[in-house]
């Protein structure tokens, strides 16, 4: 009989795409309320967990910048060493060895990091045997320990995200085909605590209407918990691509961000929106096959110069699709 954990567990953890982020007033514990409609994408980076042969856990990631031992306070081993403490007496858990491929851009507003971490979290469960000893509410709080996108990623599929990130409220995925989404990622990186510290301090554009953002966020819960088309999501990409109070405190902090947000709009002939804190731009098709096309001649521009990016080196641009609840689980 295999010992437990000597099987590796294998996990996906998607890319989220905010499709709307509205931020409520600072709280007094320095966060703010937000309300956003967040969907996971295809895009994913692949987390592999065994049993270590020693101490303590440890972390190889393949991809991103190259291959590298992790440093300490990675938020993969911290999803490690949070879970450990809270499963305590209830399971053997003994130490990790974890093996990360990264596809998704670092500091991109795409949630890789965050994603990385929720997958350690059920990872590492499943490996110690304690899956069923933690509570659905237990792992929202060890995520949330962690950071406040972390939570999202446990939950699988559109989730409209409010508090600090806590409250998590399931939302049907488009029917339909599948929505296709072009994934732009300029080579420069954008902290997400800069950009909030900049939207604190004031002196960025706001929207004529500051509830506008709002608005447009419970609107499209309210289509989605009832049942949204995915053509009829696309049809909406106008209104949403506004629809991100982050947006102009990522420009703040790189100003090449709203030329190139314009050029790529003008390529594409579509609403360019922002994720998160940014620097990814994305535009909704009715396919993935109009997105791969899309794609295919936006890096093309990209080539020519016809599309010049800011950073050292060209845009990273995919393809993808919103995915359903079912995308981080691997049966090895």
């Not at 605590?193 to 509830?211: C, K, L, N, W, Y």
């Not at 902090?253 to 609403?271: E, H, Q, S």
């Amino acid at each position: 009989m295999t010992e437990p954990g000597h099987v590796p567990i294998v996990r996906l953890a998607p890319a989220k795409l905010n499709l709307t982020l509205s931020i409520g007033p600072r709280r007094s514990d320095g966060y703010h309320d937000l309300h956003s409609i967040m969907v996971p994408l295809g895009i994913a980076d692949r987390l592999s967990v065994a049993r270590a042969q020693g101490l303590p856990d440890s972390l190889h990631v393949a991809g991103g910048d190259g291959p590298h031992a992790a440093a300490p306070d990675d938020l993969v081993l911290r999803a490690f060493a949070t879970a450990r403490r809270a499963v305590g007496r209830a399971a053997d858990a003994f130490p990790l060895a974890a093996r990360l491929e990264k596809r998704i851009p670092i500091a991109a507003g795409l949630g890789g990091g965050s994603s990385d971490a929720a997958a350690a979290i059920d990872a590492a469960l499943e490996a110690w045997g304690a899956a069923d000893a933690v509570t659905a509410r237990d792992r929202v709080a060890i995520a949330m320990s962690i950071g406040s996108d972390v939570p999202f990623f446990l939950v699988g599929g559109p989730v409209l995200v409010e508090g600090r990130g806590d409250r998590l409220t399931p939302l049907r995925v488009p029917l339909g085909g599948p929505v296709g989404v072009l994934v732009v990622t300029p080579a420069v990186g954008v902290s997400t605590p800069e950009a909030f510290r900049r939207f604190d301090a004031g002196g960025v554009a706001s929207p004529a209407d500051p509830h506008a953002t709002r608005l447009t966020s419970e609107h499209l819960a309210a289509e989605l918990r009832a049942g949204l088309r995915g053509e009829d999501l696309v049809a909406r990409a106008g209104v949403l691509a506004t629809a991100n109070d982050l947006v102009t405190a990522a420009a703040a902090i790189v100003p090449a961000l709203r030329a190139f947000r314009r050029t790529v709009a003008r390529l594409l002939g579509r609403p360019v929106g922002q994720s998160g804190s940014g620097p990814t731009l994305w535009a909704l098709y009715p396919s993935l096959g109009e997105a791969e096309a899309a794609a295919a001649e936006l890096a093309r521009c990209a080539a020519s110069g016809e599309l010049e990016a800011p950073g050292e080196r060209p845009p990273r641009i995919h393809a993808t699709t919103i995915a359903g609840p079912d995308t981080g689980r691997i049966d090895a």
